[in-house]
């Protein structure tokens, strides 16, 4: 089992920015599927960012391309987002989640999936980390 730990949310105004990290403790071999998802109320989990470590390939949501960054620190276990141009849409809690994958299932789409709300993909997920971001 991993534990994933997250920080790094905060306050900020329209156009700022925050840089979330995840650090994953435990069985990190079980984490080479890692990215993070985002929760506002009223609506569904959906996914931001991730990547599979065997990947040179990065998913980000239409709605953050250009201004979300996901990048890892294989030796601090860590997982970052850089998030920039920070709008009151992306104000939400964030997510950091893992699992593991085989190559084969990630690159037929059967495991390492960002494109829905994560339950069914992921099998460790961190506390969350609220993101809000005032106009």
């Known amino acids: 089992q991993v534990q994933l730990v997250e920080s790094g949310g905060g306050s900020v105004q329209t156009g700022g920015s925050l840089r979330l990290s995840c650090t994953a403790s435990g069985y990190t071999y079980d984490a080479n599927c890692m990215g993070w998802f985002r929760q506002a109320p009223g609506n569904e989990r959906e996914g931001v960012a991730g990547?599979?470590?065997?990947?040179?390939?990065?998913y980000y949501a239409d709605s953050v391309k250009g201004r979300f960054t996901i990048s890892q620190d294989n030796a601090e276990n860590t997982v970052y987002l850089q998030m920039n141009n920070l709008q009151p849409e992306d104000t939400a809690m964030y997510y950091c989640a893992a699992d593991f994958s085989s190559y084969s299932d990630y690159e037929e789409g059967r495991s390492c999936v960002f494109t829905r709300g994560g339950d069914e993909y992921f099998a460790s997920w961190g506390q969350g980390t609220q993101v809000t971001v005032s106009s």
């Open positions: 990547f599979y470590l065997g990947s040179s390939r990065r």
